[in-house]
């Protein structure tokens, strides 16, 4: 005999969205700080530091989200870490985010003119210093953008954990399916949720880029 | 306890891995030619359909961008029979990839034909090309040629995403790889293989793609290369 | 006792020799106008001169520093010669005032009341004290070089170079820049600018350099190099100059 689908079931589905919140937020955090070492390294003058950095992308970028969340689900355990799946999950998560933003960032750098480079290095500027007071704080502006678009991603990436049982909005859709048989509605609410997480971010960057490339046409 | 890797058992079910490298192949090659099919048709539609066409379009791709595959899988999967369309596992995993990637790659295609000069328009109907002709050689070639590497990315993260339909039994590469370790209880090796398997994919299928670019843009603009056919 | 000393200095890209054995002396206070077609090698000598290009062979000693191609010590160096841009390379995220006090207060640690001092000081010497906390974008052309050229000044160097400063400028945008650049050669600041301006050349440089194909071609006061040029290439060069719009 199937559940009805009502008030108690939205209500656990509902729930189930500060995990999903709370898990986007923690592999941002985490990939982003994680990110911003490897793009330092990708634009190191050292020749090892970038290799390593353009190794660690290019695996990041090349594996499915998925294959990261089992491997830290059984590697971590291997390593002496007896942690909770949710733990696995989010660090699977942030190694996700930081390959990413990594890439991200490392354009952004990138980006800024060479020139810049030039008048803070010909005012006996550090390397550390022209970075710190001149390259990054562009950097920041032209990153910004497409790293609130990929915080997208990130949102959306957390419905993988399901599989290990971190009951966010995904998986709680899933249970209330199997109890229910109401496809439409649950999964319905599902994308619903998400949606109205993820419509403002895309569109705050569809501004944000919109903003960016007026100011570098003046 | 100390841990020894043990990757016996899992090259014992290789081929196991291989029938999963091949579904993950037809998912690949199949979602990518109809997404990409959808993504051409959707680009464009802009100008030539009605306007709530055009919205209805618009809101279509929104929906996609702002929800995760796995919920358009479950939808697809669980939600179509409820109105008496009931897909197997795999043709619903082909329907996803393709009404997924067919709103990415229209998104992508679109800021290439948006950035077709008009004088390159004004130029192809001033050699008497027809409409049509202008659109097939002077807007979209040159507008895929110039995102085919934003496309690539994208082809790729289909591939890959491929592992998704693992949730809903689905024998691709990540389904075959669970199978595997339950069968032999070597989890973590075979992830590694897997991982590994994934990773030379993602860079064969970006030299197949790199191939099919340098094979279908030559160099110079379909507007020449129409000129010079014609001479 | 010479502050600027080019002995010999050979600069490749790759196979291309475009420095080829470049010799000169500057003297203190000296202004030295640097002249010569594009491709001359005019601007490359000008930038070999504060490590921004690598020199293969050859040796250069500015300002008590040397450049010779081993261990330079060109954080040191720049300290003491500061140069300006064609495209005045501001930093565009911050302020006027914060772009000249960054690097003194960065680079020599000067505590900050005494970096806005001298910024303040340097930035009414090229005439834009109302524009302290306004950003680059909103000043003009010759506003924004005038600033490059304090935010050089504010390091107190002892050497500037200038690298065709007015090239990028509209005709009346560049009289307020070369009115500055005047005044700075007034004061008695060593100065070697590469430029278009013959006129403004000639009218303060103490020494006039003509480069042609990598190499020195001609050197002297103005009223010789532009009075009575000895080579061809230096006749031609400035009849042409002058057709472009840069008489003597």
């Not at chain 3, 490359?44 to 010590?73: F, P, S, V, Y």
Request: glycine share 8%; aromatic share 8%; charged share 15%.
């Amino acid at each position: 005999m199937n559940q009805t689908f009502g008030t108690d079931q939205i209500l656990f589905i509902v729930g189930a969205l500060r995990w999903t919140i709370l898990l986007t937020v923690f592999s941002l955090l985490l990939g982003g700080a994680a990110g911003f070492v490897v793009a330092l390294m990708r634009v190191s003058p050292i020749r090892a530091a970038r290799w390593a950095a353009i190794g660690y992308i290019g695996v990041i970028q090349g594996v499915p989200a998925l294959m990261l969340l089992f491997l830290s689900f059984y590697g971590l355990p291997l390593l002496g870490f007896d942690l909770p799946p949710l733990v696995a999950a989010s660090v699977s998560l942030a190694l996700y985010v930081s390959g990413y933003l990594a890439d991200i960032w490392r354009g952004a750098i990138q980006s800024v003119a060479w020139q810049q480079w030039e008048a803070s290095g010909s005012l006996a500027m550090t390397r550390f210093q022209q970075l710190r007071y001149v390259i990054l704080p562009q950097a920041m502006r032209i990153a910004t953008p497409p790293t609130v678009g990929f915080a997208v991603q990130a949102v959306k990436n957390t419905s993988i954990v399901s599989i290990v049982n971190v009951v966010e909005v995904a998986r709680a859709g899933q249970l209330v399916n199997n109890a229910t048989y109401e496809p439409f509605r649950v999964y319905g609410l599902v994308a619903l949720l998400y949606f109205a997480i993820c419509w403002p971010m895309t569109r705050l960057a569809a501004r944000l880029e919109r903003k960016l490339d007026v100011r570098r046409q003046r | 306890m100390p841990f020894t890797f043990t990757f016996g058992p899992v090259w014992a079910h290789f081929d196991t891995i291989l029938g999963g490298v091949g579904e993950t192949l037809y998912l690949s090659a199949i979602g990518i030619l109809l997404g990409l099919a959808l993504g051409v048709a959707l680009a464009m539609s802009r100008g030539l359909v009605p306007g709530f066409v055009q919205g209805a379009i618009d809101a279509y791709i929104e929906i996609i961008r702002n929800t995760p595959f796995l919920i358009q899988l479950f939808l697809i999967f669980f939600g179509l029979p409820l109105i008496g369309l009931r897909l197997d596992a795999q043709q619903a995993a082909v329907l996803t990839i393709m009404v997924n990637l067919g709103a990415y790659a229209s998104e992508i295609i679109r800021a290439g034909i948006d950035n077709i000069h008009p004088s390159q328009l004004e130029a192809g109907a001033s050699l008497a090309m027809s409409k049509l002709q202008v659109f097939r050689y002077v807007v979209l070639m040159p507008a895929l040629a110039k995102v085919w590497p934003s496309l690539t990315s994208q082809f790729v993260l289909t591939m890959l995403g491929t592992s998704i339909c693992s949730f809903i039994s689905v024998q691709e590469l990540s389904g075959s790889a669970s199978v595997v370790e339950s069968d032999t209880f070597r989890s973590f090796e075979t992830y590694i293989v897997v991982t590994v398997i994934y990773l030379l994919l993602s860079l064969l299928l970006r030299l197949v793609l790199f191939g099919c670019g340098e094979v279908l843009f030559p160099r110079g603009s379909g507007l020449r290369r129409l000129m010079e056919g014609q001479r | 006792m010479s502050v600027v000393s080019v002995e010999g200095v050979v600069k490749r890209y790759g196979q291309l020799e475009v420095l080829k054995g470049v010799s000169l002396e500057v003297q203190a206070g000296q202004v030295v106008a640097i002249i010569g077609r594009s491709g001359s090698g005019k601007s490359t000598l000008l930038r070999c001169m504060n490590g921004l290009e690598a020199i293969q062979e050859g040796r250069i000693t500015i300002a008590g520093h040397k450049i010779d191609g081993t261990n330079d010590d060109l954080r040191a160096l720049r300290q003491d010669v500061g140069i300006v841009f064609q495209s005045y390379n501001l930093f565009p995220h911050l302020r006027v005032g914060e772009n000249i006090m960054l690097a003194p207060r960065v680079v020599k640690k000067v505590p900050a009341a005494e970096a806005e001092r001298v910024a303040k000081a340097v930035l009414a010497e090229v005439g834009l004290p109302d524009k302290w906390a306004s950003y680059p974008d909103n000043l003009s052309g010759g506003q924004q070089q005038r600033v490059a050229i304090a935010r050089s000044l504010a390091m107190q160097p002892k050497i500037m170079l200038f690298d065709e400063v007015t090239s990028a400028l509209d005709p009346e945008l560049t009289l307020e820049v070369l009115a500055t650049m005047e005044r700075l050669a007034e004061a008695g600041m060593t100065m070697l600018l590469v430029t278009h301006e013959m006129a403004f050349a000639r009218k303060i440089a103490d020494l006039v350099i003509f480069m042609h194909q990598g190499k020195v071609w001609e050197a002297g006061p103005p009223a010789d190099l532009f009075g009575a040029p000895q080579t061809a290439e230096l006749r031609q060069f400035i009849g042409s100059e002058a057709q472009n719009g840069h008489p003597v």
